[in-house]
């Protein structure tokens, strides 16, 4: 299908009624729907879709860079080039035995990229992205005989929520985390749980494979399940923070929350010849019980 600039996209639909929907510029999931056509991720209402720039929201790529820790634009050009979908890409057998519908998408340097990062020519970086029950994506980067090279990464997904204020993430308790709000300081996690009063963005170093974010209130739980990713990013921008950016409505901050998946804090090293593999599994679970425990 085509989208908003003629550019194409991939829909994905699985027999119960599931479905996401990738874009090729970026490489992007823009959409992930439940089986009742509920969406599950946020993307602004104010959200520019005018390429180069990644449309705020779903599940922007950031490599090779996450954020503007390097000489690189903020989190890279991946999620800012155009893609082209493998017509015969290697063939995967399903983990859980579950039928999936799935499609490759594939990022190869061109001509004028060269320049903006040394490696450019070097390397091909391939998503596989599934939908079963659940969206699956993995990222696999190769370096193709160049020279060695390093890179961050991150899955940086919005999850639609219905009242940040009424959310809770488990599974990141007791670990250390750079505070982006405190010039990358190292600090160490004290909540039982993860809730929101005000801004937050912060690395956690070391994070467990499974995350929860839960929705109090839609009575809904996103699980997260990684492999290949040791860091989680939890971002919501609060309010001043939203009015400063053009892309976001001023009050959207309470319907969004970003926790992605990534490598961050030690940078993936590949030599030639070398492939890394990042995996992220998204499920979206009614809450067993609404009772707060
Ligand atoms: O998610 C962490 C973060 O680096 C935040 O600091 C904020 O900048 C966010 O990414 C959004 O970045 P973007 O380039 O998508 O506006």
Not at 174 to 182: F, G, M, P, S
Request: net charge negative; aromatic share 8%.
């Amino acid at each position: 299908t085509k989208d908003w600039n003629g550019i194409d996209q991939v829909v994905l639909r699985v027999p119960r009624g599931a479905s996401a929907r990738v874009s090729l510029h970026g490489g992007q999931v823009i959409s992930w729907r439940n089986e009742r056509g509920e969406e599950l991720l946020f993307t602004s209402n104010k959200a520019i879709f005018k390429p180069p720039k990644a449309m705020r929201g779903g599940i922007p790529i950031c490599f090779p860079q996450f954020g503007n820790c390097g000489s690189l634009e903020q989190h890279g050009f991946a999620r800012n080039k155009m893609w082209t979908i493998d017509n015969d890409p290697p063939h995967l057998p399903s983990s859980d035995g579950n039928a999936k519908v799935s499609v490759d998408l594939l990022l190869k340097p061109s001509e004028d990229d060269m320049k903006c990062w040394p490696h450019y020519f070097e390397f091909r970086l391939r998503v596989s992205l599934s939908m079963g029950g659940d969206l699956t994506m993995i990222s696999r980067i190769r370096n193709i005989n160049g020279k060695p090279f390093s890179f961050s990464f991150a899955y940086h997904t919005y999850f639609s929520v219905s009242d940040i204020s009424e959310v809770r993430i488990e599974g990141l308790e007791t670990l250390d985390y750079l505070d982006n709000l405190q010039q990358r300081e190292r600090l160490t996690e004290q909540g039982d749980a993860i809730t929101f009063e005000s801004e937050v963005d912060r690395v956690y170093l070391g994070s467990p494979n499974v995350i929860a974010v839960l929705d109090h209130e839609k009575k809904r739980t996103f699980v997260i399940r990684k492999e290949g990713l040791p860091d989680a990013v939890v971002w919501n921008p609060w309010e001043k923070k939203s009015k400063s950016m053009v892309d976001l409505g001023d009050e959207e901050y309470k319907q969004m929350l970003c926790v992605d998946a990534a490598a961050i804090e030690r940078s993936i090293n590949l030599k030639p010849g070398e492939e890394w593999t990042g995996r992220l599994e998204l499920s979206a679970v009614p809450n067993t019980c609404c009772c707060d425990h």
